[in-house]
Every structure is written in C-alpha cells, then in structure tokens.
C-alpha cells in the first residue's frame, strides 16, 4: 500500500518499513549494470564468468536485493540506537540514494547525537568484515563472488556515509563533536 513516502512492505518493532517509488529507477539499473559488466565483476573476484552457477541478470538481482538489505540494515544500526534511547521513529523509507530513518527529534546530548550517527557506518562496516571474510574462506565460487561484493559495497557504503557532510552521519557525527566543544546553537550554524 502507498503512503506518504512510499510502500509500505513491513514494520520492525514499531517502525514501518518502506520503499519509495524511485527504487523502481534504480533496481533495473543494477540489474543491467551488472549484466552489462559481468565478466569484469567476476574477475576482479579472481573468478572465470563460466565458473559461476548463475547468469548476468539473476546475479544482477542478487545484487540489487543484497545492497537494499544492506541499506536496511544500516537503517536498523540508527532505529535501534534511537529506540534505545527513548526516541519514537516512524519508519525507514529505502530509495534510489539510499535509505532515511524518520526519527522523531535529534538527541538532545551530543553523545547520543554521536553514538546514533555512527552506528549506521558501524553495521555496514560489520556487514564489509563479514563479506571479506567469507570471501577469504569460501571454496565455493558463487559464495566467493557474491561475498566479495557484498564486502567492498558496505564498505563504500560506510565511508560514504562518514563523509562530515550533512544531512550524511559524518556530518551528524561531527555537529555532535561540535555541540559538546561549542553549545548546540554554535554547531547547528556551522552546518
């Protein structure tokens, strides 16, 4: 069901979980990049394309499926920092650029503030570390393939995100540093 800003495909202790319609845009486009650069992706995993169990497009989907997961887990990172301390989040809405987490009010003590910003970076560095790591063990090329990615994509994911830019969480990270040296009012207009 559409509402506001998007589907509406689920909730999470609470908090709906959505997709804007601008996914549509982006999922195909996966699919065909990927296709279109199959061969490349397969060797930069060290892998010969005819070793691979799967198709172009079928690993296109896989990938597309796995990046939004993963962006939905980064979300979660923030969602349940923000529940734990006591925030109301309305939901998560994933789309073309990304994912947004609806969280009622900035924390107001600097820590918190710094602790909910980073924790997104923190799960997708967790999720980098686990697809490199399955990478480094696997025997299997499909699972050597696909962890490969799914590693070098959360850890884009986590820098990206730490880049001190606002509305990125690097930039919430550092208005929170900014906060606790200067006063709140004094960081908001450093922005």
Do not use: C
């Not at 509406?8 to 990927?34: A, Q």
């Amino acid at each position: 069901m559409i509402q506001g800003s998007g589907w509406k495909v689920g909730s999470f202790r609470g908090v709906d979980v959505r997709l804007h319609i601008t996914l549509l845009l982006i999922l195909p486009y996966i699919v065909f990049i990927t296709a279109a650069r199959f061969d490349l992706l397969a060797r930069s995993a060290g892998l010969d394309p005819g070793m691979l169990a799967l198709g172009p497009a079928a690993w296109g989907v896989i990938m597309a499926v796995l990046l939004f997961s993963s962006v939905l887990l980064h979300e979660f990172g923030h969602v349940l920092v923000a529940l734990r301390q006591g925030a109301r989040v309305r939901s998560i809405t994933l789309m073309m650029l990304g994912g947004i987490s609806d969280i009622e009010e900035i924390p107001s003590k600097p820590g918190q503030e710094f602790r909910l910003a980073v924790m997104g970076p923190i799960v997708s560095l967790g999720l980098s570390a686990l697809g490199f790591g399955l990478f480094r063990v696997s025997t299997n090329p499909n699972l050597s393939f696909i962890s490969l990615w799914f590693g070098q994509v959360n850890l884009v994911l986590a820098i990206f995100n730490l880049l001190p830019a606002f509305p990125l969480d690097g930039g919430r990270a550092l208005r929170s540093v900014l906060a606790a040296r200067m006063g709140r009012l004094r960081a908001r207009s450093e922005e």
